[in-house]
């Protein structure tokens, strides 16, 4: 490559990881009183829950997240309880004479309905007739523990649907479901209340939901052979749940709306009592696939799609279920935790360049445009790719791409070094040293790469997030350093004199450089 190719290649690569540094860290405010703010991509990455806080602005969250409880029917908190029971008394209290004895009852019946649970100090209280079968009963009944176990499968698989980390569903004080799930998701009040509508799929149509005609299903069939399912989709900018009918479904629609065109038609989509979807039409539908669009982002449409698709296809329960206890957590690790990880990867990528330029010399610059490109790069696929956030999994996918950048980059660097000091010239030795390493690193990147897609399919939510970084940290590091770094060394090494080639790299040889 001639010098001034080479200049400028060099210049107009320079100009992009500079421009794509700047778009990466920098934010800034600008226009009249500074109201408009230019926000960096690491500050839009969506950040692990573990990490950091609230920022001074209360405007966008670092970490933490929030906690509910789903509680059953028939079971209320300790709280609630001492507060209905005080209310009582107290109205018992106040009573006129002739409605005193009403009140008194009120008070005894209240009292002997319910029974504390686990014990005299327990944190819950039950239901006699819902959790027992009976007024008189003690003992919880076969169907209410059946009924919750598959309530909690339901809850679980919603959950683990919406492949977040540090989402959390755990079983507390025996029939009481704590919810955990993080701030950076943005739609948590749909997701908590949505998750928590149990009982079976059902739609209808009417003039509100209360009073809608229900699909009623015939005998021998259940409502899985008139809905197949519902997922999410979208298009362009606008979000849709779809709701996927067989033929069966299809004629209930196509019947339900047949007079749409002359008086309009709003069709319900229930979950238990819940009306999770609305939708007025206006003229006939006959189709097997119903996208609904409306105010959906695209978490809340797969969302309501998971919400709707478990119920239809997951587990049963009769149980209905209410939210209580929202609060809101703090990250698990201290407000500085990100600054601290931003600084120790700093200071690892310094000591990594420290190293290149003190064995390479002037070959370091061909790595520490290789590395910038790949680091950007990956930055940028982070921000973009929906499934990956600024975590610690995340970071330690990063740090083994990066560190599987270098290693290749050294071994192909080792080769050269080798076959130079045989005597040959540095093409030759660039050449054969290349050749010498393609196949070698090209499987050590497709292994790396292999392991995060395995790592992806079959583990839990907390590490798919590194499966799919490290994958694809692995297949670009591959790419950068079999193909970029080739043309780096060519485009700086055009700048070197023929005898200056060695000292440029730091490669020595006993024979003199004939190039």
Known sequence: MSKVKSAVALILITILILGVCFMCTVSFSYGTDQMYTFNSVVSMLTKDAKLGGELADGEHYLGGGYTAVYYPEGVISAQEYEDDLNALKEAAANAAAGEKEDAEKAVSDYEGKYMRYPDANGPIFLEKETACGSKDGTEISAEFKEDFASAVSLFRARYEGLHLEDVKVQIADDYTVQIGIPAYTGAQSVILTQFASTGAFNMGYGSDAAS?????????????????????????????????????????????????????????????????????????????????????????????????????????????????????????????????????????????????????????????????????????????????????????????????????????????????????????????????????????????????????????????????????????????SLFVSRFHWAAFMSFASKEGKGKFCNFKQEVEDDD
């Open 212 to 480: 809608a005609t229900k699909l009623t299903v015939a005998k021998g069939e259940t409502v899985n052979d008139y809905v197949k399912g519902a997922h999410a989709t979208f298009n362009g900018s606008t979000y849709f749940v779809v709701i996927d009918l067989t033929d069966f479904g299809r004629k209930v629609i196509a019947d339900w709306t047949a007079t749409a065109a002359d008086t309009a038609v709003t069709l319900y989509f229930y979950v238990g009592d819940d009306a999770l979807i609305s939708l007025s039409v206006n003229q006939t539908i006959d189709l097997n696939t119903l996208g609904i669009s409306g105010n959906y982002t695209d978490e809340t449409s797969k969302v309501v799609a998971l919400a709707i698709d478990t119920a239809l296809n997951g587990a049963k329960t009769d149980l209905a279920f209410r939210v209580e206890d929202v609060v809101r957590t703090h990250a698990a690790m201290t407000d500085l935790a990100l600054i601290l990880i931003y600084v120790s990867v700093g200071a690892l990528i310094l000591g990594m360049l420290a190293f290149f330029f003190v064995r390479y010399h002037g070959l370091g610059l061909a790595h520490l445009y290789t590395f910038l490109i790949w680091f950007f790069a990956m930055i940028l696929i982070v921000w973009g790719v929906p499934q990956l956030h600024l975590g610690i999994e995340t970071l330690l996918a990063l740090l083994l791409g990066g560190t599987l950048l270098c290693v290749s980059d050294m071994l192909t660097y080792e080769a050269v070094r080798k076959e130079y000091a045989l005597g040959k010239t540095m093409a030759s030795s660039v050449k054969e040293g290349y050749k010498k390493s393609f196949w070698r690193l090209f499987d050590l990147h497709i292994a790396v790469a292999g392991f995060g897609v395995l790592l992806f399919a079959i583990a839990l939510t907390e590490l798919q997030a590194f499966g799919l970084a490290l994958c694809i940290g692995a297949v670009l590091s591959g790419l950068c």
